[in-house]
């Protein structure tokens, strides 16, 4: 069974910095497609990007393309999302997934626990 594990999240002040990492406790997931959606209090889980497992292909949502970088480190099973300039809408728990390919949430067959972001106006 492949575990994710989230780190990074935190409190970050509008128009600052935050990298969220998603580690994995197995080799093959280097071959896998990986994910990272949100979810607000109240509402659904959300698509924020992906990337693929062999040429680093990445997909983004709108309302975060072109502030938000999805990569992977394959050499050490981990991703990445470096959120610059994140507004106060960005405030979510952040989820990594992966095995898979696509915007929903089914589309994908392992997750992590998620971590916190809070954005300060």
């Known amino acids: 069974q492949v575990q994710l594990v989230e780190s990074g999240g935190g409190l970050v002040q509008a128009g600052g910095s935050l990298r969220l990492s998603c580690a994995s406790s197995e080799r093959t997931t280097s071959r896998y497609n990986m994910a990272w959606f949100r979810q607000a209090p109240g509402k659904e889980r959300e698509f924020v990007a992906a990337?693929?497992?062999?040429?680093?292909?990445?997909s983004y949502a709108d309302s975060v393309k072109g502030r938000f970088t999805i990569s992977r480190d394959n050499a050490k099973n981990t991703g990445y999302l470096q959120m610059n300039s994140p507004k106060p809408e960005d405030k979510a728990n952040y989820y990594c997934?992966?095995?898979?390919?696509?915007?929903?949430?089914?589309?994908?067959?392992?997750w992590g626990q998620g971590t916190q972001v809070t954005v300060s106006s």
């Open positions: 997934a992966a095995w898979g390919w696509g915007t929903h949430e089914d589309d994908y067959r392992y």
């Open positions: 990337i693929t497992w062999n040429d680093g292909r990445a």
